[in-house]
C-alpha cells in the first residue's frame, strides 16, 4: 500500500480560485518534502523543497507567492496553488523522505485542471 | 543543456525483444542514480538503483559509467506489461533531477 498519500487525486477549479493540495507519510516521519509538477509528455520538474517547520527553498522561475507550501508537521505537507490560471493546470506529486534507509517515497499524484 | 538527458523514443518493440536506454548526466558530482518507471497518469516509482559496478534485476540490467556519466537500462524479453516511460533520474546532494524518459511500447 502507499506510504505516500496525496489528496485530491483529481481536481477542477475555477480560475482565479485557490487549491490545496495534501502529502501525508503514512507510517514514518518525513523530514523532507519536494513537490513536483508534470506537464504533459514532459518530465518532472522539482517546484519546491520543503523541510518541516521552516521555510521552503523554491526553484528558480517558481512562484512562491503563487504556489505556497507549510511543511507544518513531520507527516503533513501541503500545497496551494493561488490565484489558478488555466496554464497551471498539470500534475502536481509530492515526494517524501524519511523512514528506514532515508528512502524517497511519491505520492500517487493529483491531476489539476483551472477552468 | 538539461541536467539529465535521454531519448524521448517512443521504441517499439515486439514481446520477447531485448531494448536497451541510455541515459546521461551533466553533474559529475551526482551521487545516486535510479531508474523510474512511469506509467501513463501515473506517478513514478522506482525499477532499480544503479551502482557503478553495474546490477541486474530479473530481465533488467542496469549500468553505470561515472567517466562518461553515462547510465543505461537493458530490458531483456520484453514483456507487454513493459510497456510505459522509464525515466533516468539522478541525485545530488539532496534533491532528485528527472530525465524527460523514454517512452517504451512492447506490442503482441
Known amino acids: 500500500g502507499a506510504v505516500v498519500s496525496q489528496h485530491p487525486s483529481r481536481v477542477i477549479c475555477k480560475s482565479g480560485t485557490s487549491v490545496k493540495i495534501e502529502c501525508r507519510s503514512l507510517d514514518f516521519q518525513a523530514t523532507t518534502m519536494f513537490w513536483y509538477r508534470q506537464f504533459p509528455k514532459q518530465s518532472l520538474m522539482l517546484m519546491a523543497t520543503s523541510n518541516e517547520g521552516s521555510k521552503a527553498t523554491y526553484e528558480q522561475g517558481v512562484e512562491k507567492d503563487k504556489f505556497l507550501i507549510n511543511h507544518a508537521s513531520l507527516t503533513l505537507s501541503t500545497l496551494t496553488v493561488t490565484s489558478a490560471h488555466p496554464e497551471d493546470s498539470s500534475f502536481y506529486i509530492c515526494?517524501?523522505?524519511?523512514?528506514?534507509?532515508?528512502?524517497?517515497?511519491f505520492g500517487e499524484g493529483s491531476w489539476l485542471t483551472v477552468v | 543543456r538539461k541536467e539529465v538527458e535521454q531519448d524521448p523514443g517512443p521504441f517499439n518493440v515486439p514481446e520477447g525483444a531485448t531494448v536497451a536506454f541510455n541515459c546521461t548526466y551533466s553533474n559529475s558530482a551526482s551521487q545516486s542514480f535510479f531508474w523510474y518507471r512511469q506509467d501513463c497518469r501515473k506517478e513514478p516509482k522506482l525499477l532499480m538503483s544503479v551502482y557503478s559496478s553495474g546490477n541486474e534485476d530479473g530481465r533488467f540490467t542496469a549500468q553505470l559509467n561515472r567517466a562518461s556519466q553515462y547510465i543505461s537500462l537493458l530490458i531483456r524479453d520484453s514483456k507487454l506489461s513493459d510497456s510505459a516511460t522509464y525515466l533516468c533520474v539522478v541525485r545530488g546532494t539532496d534533491k532528485l533531477i528527472f530525465g524527460t524518459g523514454t517512452r517504451l511500447q512492447v506490442f503482441p
Open positions: 515526494s517524501a523522505r524519511g523512514g528506514e534507509g532515508n528512502t524517497i517515497y
